[in-house]
């Protein structure tokens, strides 16, 4: 699985433990950065994730800030992207099967490693269910052809 990620600085610590983790189950991963804890502004790391995303050149993205909100946010606007938010393994669970998610955001400030890692396994490891949550989502396509 090809799985690209990006932090801001409050996320970098953990960003580059989830691209060891992720590399040592023999995933490809593109790491977009940073490359320090120096201060960034999360939204371009959030739009080279959600970029490689809806280009499909990754299936899936991760992203960590302090509170994984912020990245949320901005990754959610480029086309095709379905980022959640996650705090816990169970809601990584419903991202995928009911919202068909192919971001995780995560918390890196108040959300251990441990957690995050379960919470980017059941991500990764979760199918989307299809079924009625397929006619929902159906419902976005509009929504990103027009905006309104």
Do not use: W
Request: proline share 3%; glycine share 8%.
């Amino acid at each position: 699985m090809k799985i690209s990620i990006g932090s801001d600085h409050a996320g970098f610590e953990q960003k580059q433990q989830l691209v060891e983790y992720l590399t040592g189950l023999g995933h490809e991963v593109i790491d977009h950065g940073p490359d320090s804890d120096e201060r960034v502004d999360y939204p371009d790391y959030a739009v080279k994730v959600a970029m490689d995303v809806s280009f499909k050149r990754a299936d899936y993205g991760v992203l960590v800030c302090g509170t994984g909100i912020g990245m949320c946010i901005f990754a959610n606007k480029i086309v095709r992207v379905r980022a959640a938010n996650v705090t816990i393994p169970e809601f990584a669970e419903l991202a995928r099967a009911h919202n068909d998610a192919n971001v995780v955001c995560l918390s890196g400030r108040f959300i251990d490693i441990d957690t995050n890692k379960k919470i980017v396994d059941v991500f990764l490891s979760t199918e989307f269910e299809g079924g009625r949550h397929a006619q929902r989502l159906a419902k976005l396509l509009p929504l990103e052809r027009t905006g309104a």
